[in-house]
């Protein structure tokens, strides 16, 4: 089942944007979350991997520290707060639930997502 994602937009260079991402019940419940990003000419990476369960996450080196992830349960969405932001994290970001954290963010963890929010746009300059 789709998600549904809101947040997004363009900002400067050390700007901060939160992303959330909501889900049915069942999605939530069962599988894991985060996302992917997509700059354009490359191929989709993930940014983080987010279980809804412990609220243990696995975060791309390329964001560690900048990035955090959190919940809310009663709302079955995850939100994703990214600060500092660069030039180099423009992109299209994509909503993903599935059991993807076991295979990781690389290519393997695409394998693993069940289902994709609509996508939203974040463009830094510089």
């Known amino acids: 089942q789709v998600q549904l994602e809101s947040g997004g937009g363009s900002v400067q260079a050390g700007g901060s944007l939160r992303l959330s991402c909501t889900a049915s019940?069942?999605?939530?419940?069962?599988?894991?979350m985060g996302w992917f990003r997509e700059a354009p000419g490359k191929e989709r990476e993930g940014v983080v991997c987010?279980?809804?369960?412990?609220?243990?996450?696995i975060y791309a080196d390329s964001v560690k520290g900048r990035f955090t992830v959190s919940q809310d349960n009663a709302k079955n969405t995850v939100y994703l707060q990214m600060n500092d932001l660069k030039p180099q994290d423009t992109g299209m970001y994509y909503c993903?639930?599935?059991?993807?954290?076991?295979?990781?963010?690389?290519?393997?963890?695409?394998?693993?997502?069940?289902?994709w929010g609509q996508g939203t746009q974040v463009t830094v300059s510089s």
């Open positions: 993903a639930a599935g059991p993807f954290c076991q295979a990781g963010l690389g290519e393997d963890g695409l394998d693993y997502v069940n289902s």
């Open positions: 987010f279980n809804t369960g412990d609220g243990s996450a």
């Open positions: 019940t069942y999605t939530y419940s069962n599988f894991n």
